[in-house]
């Protein structure tokens, strides 16, 4: 259900109205006030026409010139952060939004009157801020408040009231209170209906919500009196075409699809299709919407053929949506508005749909069925952190050269088009505001502007296919794909569809003379919750996390012990039969190269087990070394996307880098009390001293501490915040001692007060083969409060006194990107630098960016790694790339992994200790 947040565009006049009240002799002489309220007047303006970088900038300017007048009222500033909360809100900083508008609610608190009307325009703000996070629990209080608030100041009768009503519902049913839901929209109803003509637009809000509530609890009869109320109110209300009616006609015409009643439901559905395309063009999401809500009729009528074709035109438009989207985000014109739910709709459906019509097509046209699907599955490899890697594009737009160049006409363009067609949607809207010359020029101006950025990707694409791949990659063909493939490598690729009537689990292994494609029998919530279950027996991490604590407690885990819930192995091999199990015979005696999108992300395939274990939760080392390992047997690489293989191969090339290694490790950092505290060893481990480690020494990593960055703005981390991540002192053991392995000088170990960013940027990076990390690795929700789309990965390195743009103390996908390395390895031993644990494409931020800056594969870690199974998996896979120069990085790592197996010791064969690094990027290629 969507929430009306009515008041949150409301900007109060209280402010200027505090100040004179204040200080009218002040702001008569005073000529700072005026230019603290041009600073204000410019940022709402500019946050009018879609330009928020520009207005986020105008209002600090604001802030800061407010803060030096004498007399200013205590109120003053707090009011203008509103203003600054609300820029957030519109650019999808919600968080960072909710920060200023609970300090701004303070302020008033102290120094305002209680029951303040104007206090409803940041409450109201905050109780969105809140839902769009996901704390509809903390929501729903605020706009409980409001109603009040509303009924106080406008009588409890009144349809102010109603329209509040509607936003509490909206609170309730997001924390999964459907009763108390329920009961608000009711009321808002009959506060609606007893105002008469007033209460209309109220009638209509309240049914088109009760309608999806009831249709989402299964009461269909009541859902289906609601949505035709909605339509009859509606249409009383706005002209037919209008985008209210054309939404009310909508939902019901999807009602009578997924009720079966295709008859009832197709006239409206190509009503609102049509109307749509007519007024909106094909450019437009909610065409876009439109063509996927007819594909899925005509799949439920098993017209595949035609369903296929409307999948396809829907996916065309938002696709290229969210192209447009994002380059805009990056110039500060706005948000990417096309999320990946919108986009996996019409995915998942031409996906079913090319299945179905591939069983009973003929032969020849059953490959580019195949081919097409496996084109359109790539499009969710675009995930919101697709933009992760803004901020390089940003700054390489703001650079010299060509390359430059485009980007930023790119940028200027996509702006101009999503303001230009927003205001034109507006327009259209109003049919008061309609004017036909003006419509035309407006959508003659669109056109030019596709054509011009159709041009520049054109370019971008041929000249310049390094970034095309890191900015923005496209589905590649599959016959492509096996071009690039050598005769004995598997590529295995998924897509998941969750809400999917077609199928919801989905397998391609391409090889190089075969490709299968198959619907799996295992739902995508098994597969998160196995996977759930089996990393309670591998990271220690997850007997502490808050989400899965009792999860794996209730498997056999001690946290107060830091133990680990004994491996399933049984378990392991189901997950193998539902995974791999239609593709088996492909996958003999072949290297894997995985595409693993979440919740597969979270789980190192080597852990899969091929066989029925003996022992179905091995626990000594002579039982886990007779267990049938995935990664025993096959050497496994995995792909950040199937775009990434074809671009590795096709520009490979051999390192020229003179100096064999460069490591950074142990950064200075203080934690807090409840930092584990490390002891350095002080001789490298073997594999002797490795087996006396007590499990609470190998859990010691797992308990990081805080995990959030707080930001000191600008976009820059606050050195402060990130001191209090627990200190790594092993760390500076594992870089002596990887690096003594490759014979590398101690120069070149940089420890402690020399592993900062500073340090790093002023190294001729491209000199060393090997780069090596041992640190915290952060997801991009830890790196907070920056914005949603912009929120980025990063490895911690030294913090420095004060931050700054050279240094800041994280070390960002953006900045990695913009790095020049000529590495054929870079080592992540550090937490979360592989799995996206909920964040989705975490791994593609990172791997992109050093694929991007020069790293031809990347070794990461899905839990906190202890560094003796570091030193050893590394040192183990260096020595056998010496013995046989031959040898892949992937292989190299699968026999320094079956090395530690085969020691037979309890805790060295047991797949927490062995199996936690995935090598990422081009994993057959030897180095030297």
Same mark, same amino acid.
């Given at each position: 259900m969507r929430v009306v947040a009515l008041r949150v565009a409301l900007q109060s006049a209280l402010l200027l109205l505090a100040l004179c009240i204040a200080a009218p002799a002040q702001a008569a002489r005073d000529p700072r006030l005026g230019q603290m309220t041009a600073a204000r007047d410019e940022a709402l303006r500019l946050k009018r026409t879609g330009d928020l970088a520009k207005a986020e900038d105008a209002i600090e300017r604001a802030i800061a010139i407010g803060r030096n007048i004498p007399q200013r009222t205590p109120l003053a500033e707090p009011m203008l952060r509103e203003d600054l909360a609300m820029i957030y809100l519109d650019q999808g900083r919600y968080d960072a939004a909710e920060s200023e508008l609970r300090s701004s609610l303070k302020?008033?608190? &102290?120094?305002?009157?209680?029951?303040?009307?104007?206090?409803?325009?940041?409450?109201? *703000?905050?109780?969105?801020?809140?839902?769009? &996070?996901?704390?509809? $629990?903390?929501? /729903?209080?605020?706009?409980?408040?409001?109603? /009040?608030?509303?009924?106080?100041?406008?009588?409890?009768?009144s349809v102010q009231v109603a329209l509040s009503l509607n936003n509490l519902a909206g609170a309730y049913m997001a924390s999964a209170q459907a009763g108390k839901g329920e009961a608000a929209l009711l009321r808002a109803y009959d506060l609606g209906a007893k105002a008469g003509k007033k209460g209309l637009e109220a009638v209509a809000n309240s049914a088109t919500n009760l309608a999806g509530l009831y249709n989402h609890m299964k009461r269909y009869t009541d859902a289906e009196?609601?949505?035709?109320?909605?339509?009859?109110?509606?249409?009383?209300?706005?002209?037919?075409?209008?985008?209210?009616?054309?939404?009310?006609?909508?939902?019901?015409?999807?009602?009578? @699809?997924?009720?079966?009643?295709?008859?009832?439901?197709?006239?409206?559905?190509?009503?609102?299709?049509?109307?749509?395309?007519?007024?909106?063009?094909?450019?437009?999401?909610?065409?876009?919407?439109?063509?996927?809500?007819?594909?899925?009729?005509?799949?439920?009528? $098993?017209?595949?053929?035609?369903?296929? &074709?409307?999948?396809?035109?829907?996916?065309?438009?938002?696709?290229?949506? @969210?192209?447009?989207?994002?380059?805009?985000?990056?110039?500060?014109? +706005?948000?990417? +508005?096309?999320?990946?739910?919108?986009?996996?709709?019409?995915?998942?459906?031409?996906?079913?749909?090319?299945?179905?019509? /591939?069983?009973?097509?003929?032969?020849?046209?059953?490959?580019?069925v195949r081919d097409t699907a496996f084109m359109a599955a790539q499009w969710l490899a675009q995930g919101e952190a697709a933009t992760a890697l803004a901020r390089t594009s940003a700054r390489l737009s703001g650079g010299t050269g060509e390359l430059?160049?485009?980007?930023?006409?790119?940028?200027?363009?996509?702006?101009?088009?999503?303001?230009?067609?927003?205001?034109?949607?507006?327009?259209?809207?109003?049919?008061?505001?309609?004017n036909a010359a003006q419509m035309k020029a407006a959508r003659?101006?669109?056109?030019?502007?596709?054509?011009?950025?159709?041009?520049?990707?054109?370019?971008?694409?041929?000249?310049?296919?390094?970034?095309?791949?890191?900015?923005?990659? &496209?589905?590649?063909?599959?016959?492509?794909?096996?071009?690039?493939? @050598?005769?004995?490598?598997?590529?295995?690729?998924?897509?998941?569809?969750?809400?999917?009537?077609?199928?919801?689990?989905?397998?391609?292994?391409?090889?190089?003379?075969? #490709?299968?494609?198959?619907?799996?029998?295992?739902?995508?919530?098994?597969?998160?919750?196995?996977? *759930?279950?089996?990393?309670? +027996?591998?990271?220690?991490?997850?007997?502490?996390?808050?989400?899965?604590?009792?999860?794996?407690?209730?498997?056999?885990?001690?946290?107060?012990?830091?133990k680990l819930a004994p491996f399933d192995a049984r378990l392991s091999y189901q997950l193998w039969q539902s995974l791999l199990g239609p593709a088996a015979a492909q996958l003999k005696g072949k290297k894997l190269l995985v595409v693993t999108p979440e919740p597969l992300a979270a789980l190192p395939f080597q852990v899969l087990v091929t066989e029925e274990p003996k022992v179905a939760k091995?626990?000594?080392?002579?039982?886990?070394?007779?267990?049938?390992?995935?990664? @025993?047997?096959?050497?496994?690489?995995?792909?950040?996307?199937? #775009?990434?293989?074809?671009?590795?191969?096709?520009?490979?090339?051999?390192?020229?880098?003179?100096?064999?290694?460069?490591?950074?490790?142990?950064?200075?950092?203080?934690?807090?009390?409840?930092?584990?505290?490390?002891?350095?060893?002080?001789?490298?481990?073997?594999?002797?001293?490795? /087996?006396?480690?007590?499990?609470?020494?190998?859990?010691?990593?797992?308990? +990081?501490?805080?995990?959030?960055?707080?930001?000191?703005?600008?976009?820059?981390?606050?050195?402060?915040?990130?001191?209090?991540?627990?200190?790594?002192?092993?760390?500076?053991?594992?870089?002596?001692c990887v690096g003594a392995s490759l014979e590398a000088a101690p120069a070149a170990m940089h420890i402690g007060p020399d592993a900062s960013e500073a340090e790093l940027k002023t190294l001729p990076l491209e000199r060393y083969r090997v780069l090596h990390f041992a640190t915290h690795g952060l997801l991009a929700g830890d790196t907070s409060p920056m914005s949603a789309g912009l929120a980025e990965p990063a490895l911690v390195l030294t913090p420095p006194a004060q931050a700054?743009?050279?240094?800041?103390?994280?070390?960002?996908?953006?900045?990695?990107?913009?790095?020049?390395?000529?590495?054929?390895?870079?080592?992540?031993?550090?937490?979360?630098?592989?799995?996206?644990?909920?964040?989705?494409?975490?791994?593609?931020?990172?791997?992109r960016a050093f694929l991007y800056a020069g790293g031809r594969a990347l070794l990461v870690s899905h839990w906190p790694v202890t560094s003796s199974a570091a030193v050893e998996l590394t040192t183990g896979a260096f020595r056998a790339i010496k013995a046989d120069p031959t040898l892949g990085r992937a292989e190299a790592m699968r026999q320094s992994m079956a090395a530690l197996i085969d020691t037979g010791d309890d805790l060295m064969a047991h797949p927490s200790y062995w199996a936690p690094f995935s090598v990422v990027g081009e994993g057959d290629a030897s180095i030297r």
């Open positions: 302020a008033r608190a &102290q120094y305002g009157k209680p029951n303040d009307p104007s206090l409803a325009v940041p409450m109201n *703000a905050l109780a969105v801020s809140l839902l769009r &996070q996901g704390k509809s $629990a903390e929501a /729903a209080p605020i706009f409980e408040q409001l109603v /009040a608030m509303d009924s106080r100041a406008h009588g409890g009768d009196k609601f949505y035709r109320i909605s339509v009859d109110t509606w249409d009383r209300l706005r002209p037919k075409d209008s985008p209210e009616v054309l939404l009310a006609v909508n939902n019901l015409g999807v009602y009578y @699809r997924d009720r079966g009643r295709y008859d009832e439901a197709q006239p409206l559905l190509d009503y609102v299709f049509d109307t749509r395309l007519a007024r909106l063009g094909p450019d437009n999401p909610d065409v876009a919407l439109s063509a996927g809500n007819l594909g899925w009729l005509h799949a439920g009528k $098993a017209e595949w053929a035609y369903a296929a &074709q409307l999948f396809t035109a829907s996916i065309g438009t938002y696709t290229e949506l @969210r192209a447009r989207q994002s380059a805009a985000a990056l110039a500060g014109n +706005g948000t990417t +508005g096309v999320g990946l739910r919108e986009l996996s709709r019409p995915i998942s459906g031409l996906v079913g749909t090319a299945y179905r019509f /591939a069983v009973d097509a003929p032969a020849d046209k059953q490959a580019a430059a160049a485009l980007v930023r006409e790119q940028q200027d363009l996509a702006g101009q088009w999503s303001k230009l067609d927003a205001a034109v949607t507006v327009t259209l809207a109003d049919p008061k505001a309609r003659d101006r669109l056109t030019a502007i596709d054509t011009r950025l159709t041009d520049i990707a054109g370019q971008i694409s041929g000249r310049f296919p390094d970034y095309a791949t890191l900015a923005d990659p &496209q589905p590649v063909d599959l016959v492509d794909i096996q071009k690039v493939l @050598r005769p004995d490598e598997a590529l295995i690729a998924y897509a998941f569809f969750p809400e999917s009537t077609l199928g919801k689990s989905w397998i391609w292994v391409v090889t190089r003379d075969d #490709a299968i494609w198959a619907a799996l029998q295992i739902e995508p919530a098994d597969i998160a919750l196995t996977v *759930a279950k089996l990393r309670c +027996g591998l990271d220690y991490g997850a007997i502490e996390a808050e989400a899965t604590a009792e999860l794996c407690a209730g498997l056999g885990a001690d946290p107060s012990q830091q091995p626990e000594s080392g002579p039982d886990l070394t007779a267990t049938a390992f995935l990664g @025993r047997s096959h050497a496994i690489t995995v792909l950040p996307s199937i #775009a990434a293989l074809r671009t590795m191969r096709s520009t490979a090339k051999a390192s020229a880098a003179p100096d064999a290694y460069l490591g950074f490790g142990d950064p200075v950092l203080t934690g807090t009390r409840s930092c584990p505290r490390i002891a350095a060893p002080e001789t490298c481990p073997t594999i002797a001293s490795a /087996a006396a480690l007590t499990p609470q020494a190998r859990a010691a990593r797992a308990a +990081g501490g805080m995990t959030q960055v707080a930001m000191a703005g600008g976009g820059l981390a606050n050195p402060d915040a990130v001191r209090l991540l627990c200190p790594l002192a092993d760390t500076a053991t594992e870089i002596r700054s743009a050279l240094d800041d103390g994280l070390l960002t996908a953006s900045e990695i990107a913009a790095l020049k390395l000529d590495a054929d390895w870079v080592i992540l031993s550090a937490c979360n630098t592989a799995a996206g644990n909920g964040h989705d494409e975490t791994l593609s931020g990172l791997a």
